[in-house]
């Protein structure tokens, strides 16, 4: 599956054409092409951290890596304000209703970030303990993996931005899923 990436492959291009003109200018582009990268441009994060993993993402959000550059700082504590849930850390079964019930209050379109061994498989220490859910795609629709124990603060960075790229290129979430469990698509 190809990627459109007439508007993606530089965050900075507006997906459009502006001509100046005497006295002001005419900016011509597509209502859909607009939405998408307004949409891209302000992914606001829904943080879910659970465990250690949490401690990358909050120095992801930190003066060195500094995620504001790309749009994504205004990080939410209520999902009713938030379009991506960041899941750092393990999963318990006591937990897993309270995901899923943050998940459902989430604004369409939304989409799930599995950061780290933990959130996508249960994790390297916990797999076979009877309280820990074995990953969050048996609780909810993951859309982008970020494997590593734990992922370094680059690797999260790396995610939103490929996450970005696609919601510019008018991938729809399927598609996006699609890519993430197929990375040969
Ligand atoms: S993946 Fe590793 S670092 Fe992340 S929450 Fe699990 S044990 Fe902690």
């Given at each position: 599956?190809?990627?459109?990436?007439?508007?993606?492959?530089?965050?900075?291009?507006?997906?459009?054409?502006?001509?100046?003109?005497?006295?002001?200018?005419?900016?011509?582009?597509?209502?859909?092409?607009?939405?998408?990268?307004?949409?891209?441009?302000?992914?606001?994060?829904?943080?879910?951290?659970?465990?250690?993993?949490?401690?990358?993402?909050?120095?992801?959000?930190?003066?060195?890596?500094?995620?504001?550059?790309?749009?994504f700082e205004v990080a939410r504590a209520?999902?009713?304000?938030?379009?991506?849930?960041?899941?750092?850390?393990?999963?318990?079964?006591?937990?897993?209703?309270?995901?899923?019930?943050?998940?459902?209050?989430?604004?369409?379109?939304?989409?799930?970030?599995?950061?780290?061994?933990?959130?996508?498989?249960?994790?390297?220490?916990?797999?076979?303990?009877?309280?820990?859910?074995?990953?969050?795609?048996?609780?909810?629709?993951?859309?982008?993996?970020?494997?590593?124990?734990?992922?370094?603060?680059?690797?999260?960075?790396h995610a939103l931005i490929t996450l970005?790229?696609?919601?510019?290129?008018?991938?729809?979430?399927?598609?996006?899923?699609?890519?993430?469990?197929?990375?040969?698509?």
């Amino acid at each position: 599956m190809e990627i459109n990436h007439s508007a993606s492959q530089n965050t900075e291009v507006f997906p459009g054409a502006v001509m100046d003109l005497p006295g002001g200018g005419v900016v011509t582009s597509s209502f859909q092409d607009l939405i998408n990268w307004a949409r891209s441009n302000s992914l606001w994060p829904l943080t879910f951290a659970t465990s250690c993993c949490g401690i990358e993402m909050m120095s992801t959000a930190s003066a060195k890596y500094d995620f504001s550059r790309f749009g994504f700082e205004v990080a939410r504590a209520t999902p009713r304000q938030a379009d991506v849930i960041i899941i750092a850390g393990t999963i318990v079964n006591k937990m897993a209703p309270v995901l899923k019930r943050l998940y459902d209050q989430m604004a369409d379109p939304k989409y799930v970030i599995a950061m780290g061994a933990c959130a996508i498989s249960g994790g390297p220490f916990f797999y076979n303990t009877y309280s820990v859910v074995k990953g969050a795609d048996h609780i909810i629709p993951v859309d982008v993996y970020i494997p590593g124990c734990p992922p370094r603060p680059e690797a999260l960075l790396h995610a939103l931005i490929t996450l970005q790229d696609k919601i510019k290129g008018g991938l729809t979430r399927e598609q996006i899923r699609e890519q993430s469990t197929n990375p040969s698509l």
